[in-house]
Nanobody
Framework: HVQLVESGGGSVQAGGSLRLSCAAP????????MGWFRQVLGEKREGVAA?????GTAYPHSVEGRFTTFRDKDILYLQMNDLKSEDTAMYYC???????????????????WGQGTQVTVS
């Protein structure tokens, strides 16, 4: 079992920035693909960033150029800039062993999930 713990959510005005954190055992990053997803209650979950053990990244068009994911030691970060009201959602960190960032990564199953952190943009 891999424990993922997100933090850093909150409320921000449109145009502002937030940085989310996901704490995971450092050994995870050499073997897992990490993903960031978001979900609004009643709507479909959406992948917003992914990074694999080789450092490959992927972003959907909706956040490309505004969101960046990166790792520093045992913390995975999601830097979110120029936030928009449509970015409001619960954000989750996820991990999948052995996966790589390829086309369709956001539709692939991720086994481990954090508890989520709320981001509200007004």
């Amino acid at each position: 079992h891999v424990q993922l713990v997100e933090s850093g959510g909150g409320s921000v005005q449109a145009g502002g920035s937030l940085r989310l954190s996901c704490a995971a055992p450092q050994s995870v990053y050499s073997r897992f693909c990490m993903g960031w997803f978001r979900q609004v209650l009643g709507e479909k979950r959406e992948g917003v960033a992914a990074i694999d053990s080789d450092g490959g990244t992927a972003y959907p068009h909706s956040v490309e150029g505004r969101f960046t994911t990166f790792r520093d030691k045992d913390i995975l970060y999601l830097q979110m800039n120029d936030l928009k009201s449509e970015d409001t959602a619960m954000y989750y960190c996820a991990a999948e062993p052995g996966a790589e960032v390829v086309a369709g990564i956001f539709e692939s199953p991720f086994t481990y999930w954090g508890q989520g952190t709320q981001v509200t943009v007004s």
